[in-house]
């Protein structure tokens, strides 16, 4: 297995796709995948894991993907996505700087991302994570 940081948009949908969540036009995913920093783990030339983040250049990064293709998951895959992530974002600090780093869990995988010091919402302090997707028709 090796790590790099770049993964096609047919790649990148194709995992999204194994893990059953909504795919879109490849110039969406391309588009997607050029403003984002991306970790991508191959198994040879195969694409089957990947990791994206979305930063404002700020205060605000985004984990927009963590996906393990389902035939590779359970060997660690994702903690090594993470831990490469972490890693990075905490390289982007500065004296003084603080990052909000944000996610949305996929259903039930809560537990993965505390491992990595992520708390859950709602809690005392935060309302709970929201979302929508826009569609044209």
């Known amino acids: ?4 940081n770049e993964i096609s948009p047919e ?5 999204r796709k194994a893990v059953g969540w909504s795919v879109f036009p490849i110039e969406e995913a391309k588009a997607g995948l050029d403003n984002s ?4 783990i191959r198994d040879d030339e195969r694409a089957v ?4 983040i979305i ?5 605000s990064v985004l984990i927009a993907d963590i996906i393990v293709d389902p035939l590779y998951q ?17 390289s982007l600090l500065k004296p003084g700087y603080r990052i909000m780093v ?8 809560e537990g993965f991302y505390k491992k990595f010091g992520f708390i859950d919402r709602p809690n005392e302090t ?12």
């Open 55 to 59: 930063w404002d250049h700020g205060y």
């Open 102 to 109: 944000s996610l949305l869990s996929a259903h039930d995988k």
């Open 1 to 4: 297995m090796n790590i790099t």
């Open 37 to 40: 920093h991306v970790v991508c």
């Open 74 to 90: 359970g060997r660690g895959l994702g903690r090594e996505l993470m831990e490469n992530i972490m890693d990075h974002i905490k």
């Open 11 to 15: 790649e990148y949908l194709g995992l």
């Open 49 to 52: 894991a990947v990791g994206r």
């Open 126 to 137: 935060f309302g709970p994570g929201m979302h929508q997707w826009l569609e044209e028709k």
